[in-house]
Every structure is written in C-alpha cells, then in structure tokens.
C-alpha cells in the first residue's frame, strides 16, 4: 500500500509520523475540551511522563486517541476485508478511556438510551436535538461500514478523498451511534480512506472549533426527523455538506505542510549523496 511515508528513511518517517500523532491527537481532544497543549501532548507521549497542574483525565485522552491512530493504521495494513462493528468498538474502548462501568453508557459498544444535544435554532432560540433512537442504530452502522468500505475499496484524488472524509464524518456524527466519543471516532475513522489513498491525515484544527461544530450543526438542521433516521439515502446532498467538504479541504494544510517539510528533509539527504 502506497501510503504517504512510504518512501521516506526511517528516522524521517519516524519523525513525520510522530509530529502528525502529535498534531492529529492534540487538535481531535481539544475540540472536545482537552487542556493540554501540543507541545505538552508530545512531551507526554514521548517522555511518558504528566504535566503538573494538567488533570489525570486529560492525559489519559492523550494516550487513548495516540493508541487509537495505531489502530486505524492497523485496519489498513491487515489483509483487504469489510470493515466491521467489532473494528469500531475496539476503536471506541481505545479512544474512552476514562471507562465507567454503566450498562447507560457503554464502552465498546452502541449506546443503549437515546441521546440529545442543545443547539441555536434559525430563531436564535435553544433548542434540543434528538439523535437516532438506539433501536436503528445497528442497521445504520451497517450501512455506515458498508459505505467506508467501499469507499476504501477504490483509489481517490485529493478532491474526492476529502468528499469522502466529509461524507464518512458528516454522517457518523449525525446517527451518534455511541454515548460518547462520536466526534473523536468521526476524525479518526474518516481519515481511512484519505490515508488508503496515500494521503496525510485531514486533522480539524481546534482553533476552528466554533466554525466545525456550527457547520456540523447547519447540516443535521436540515434533518427535520434526525431522530428516525434509518437509511443513510436519507441524509442529503446539500449545500451544508458541500460547505463542510471545502472546510476539509482547508484542513488537510497543516499535515501536508508537515509532509513536504519531511520530503524536503529527504531530498536534502538524496542529494548530499549523489
């Protein structure tokens, strides 16, 4: 497989992969709150050591979501086959690991009550969303599973790569399938077909976090049933996706960026050879 550090040395390599860990597991919790700097995300998974003052909870997020991108990596490299809910609920006890036994809140696993969030409505009053109700969401996910798969299946150019993280993203977080964790297993498991392709991570940058999550929000808007929903025909081709998939274009800058300073990096060492 033709992935994007596979014609670099080893020490390069080693370096780029773990500046874009670094990157992609510092942006992807601090959407969701995660205090720790990016230059304290790499010190702890370099060093393995804390940072005083910075909460258990949060370095614990560190290590899950560092362990998870290993997992994502793995799902590419094992023999070519549909990708599976149990690849997902491994994923999800991997990213959660702050676990809690709760037979309301399961690790590793759908979620068993239906789940809500607040939003602004277009008249600027608080309003409640209701996600999926849990009796859809096996089927959902199936066809979830089916869509990245297939999207896996067939090589992608960088624009149609980023339709098809926008596609897998938008749609994952719009049935929410598990009690928690949807945003964080949106941005990992969308990047499969981005990294089939050859392609660096699309890491959502946590300084645009009210522009994502406002733009996520836009779309399940124009979801007046959200909460049953039971075939993904359902969700639409709009302009609120077609908004989100120039976002993910955008977003793909810093990993490309840290890309082609890894080839330069190589080239320099090419030529002092010849």
């Known amino acids: 497989m033709a992935y994007f550090y596979n014609h670099l040395d080893h020490d390069i390599k080693t370096i780029l992969l773990a500046q874009i860990r670094d990157l992609w597991t510092h942006n992807s919790t601090s959407l969701e709150g995660n205090s720790l700097t990016l230059g304290e995300t790499g010190f702890i998974l370099e060093e393995g050591l804390t940072i005083q003052g910075k ?3 949060d370095h614990n997020e560190i290590y899950g979501h560092a362990k998870a991108i290993v997992l994502i990596y793995g799902l590419l490299s094992r023999p070519p086959a549909p990708f599976n809910r149990q690849d997902l609920f491994h994923l999800h006890e991997t990213v959660m690991t702050e676990r809690v036994r709760d037979i309301d809140q399961p690790i590793g696993n759908w979620k068993t009550q239906t789940n ?3 939003y602004i409505g277009a008249d600027n009053r608080q309003a409640w969303r209701e996600y999926p109700a849990p009796h859809y969401i096996d ?3 199936a066809q979830w599973l089916d869509a990245l798969t297939a999207y896996c299946a067939v090589s992608h ?3 149609q790569a980023a339709a098809a ?5 938008l749609s994952l977080v719009s049935i929410h399938p598990f009690f928690d964790g949807n945003g964080r297993m949106a ?3 969308a990047n499969l077909p981005v990294l089939q392709c050859g392609f660096p991570p699309i890491v959502i940058p946590q300084q645009d976090r009210y522009q994502y999550k406002q733009t996520l929000s836009a779309y399940q808007n124009t979801l007046p049933d959200l909460a049953n929903l039971s075939r993904l025909e359902q969700l639409p081709d709009n302009p609120e996706k077609h908004h989100f998939i120039g976002l993910c274009n955008s977003y793909w800058q810093e990993t490309l960026h840290l890309l082609a300073n890894a080839n330069a990096i190589q080239e320099k060492r090419r030529q002092s050879k010849a």
């Open 55 to 57: 909460p258990l909870k």
């Open 116 to 118: 809500y969030t607040s």
């Open 139 to 141: 089927s959902l996910m």
């Open 157 to 159: 150019t960088a624009t």
């Open 165 to 169: 993280y926008a596609d897998l993203h």
């Open 187 to 189: 941005r990992l498991l």
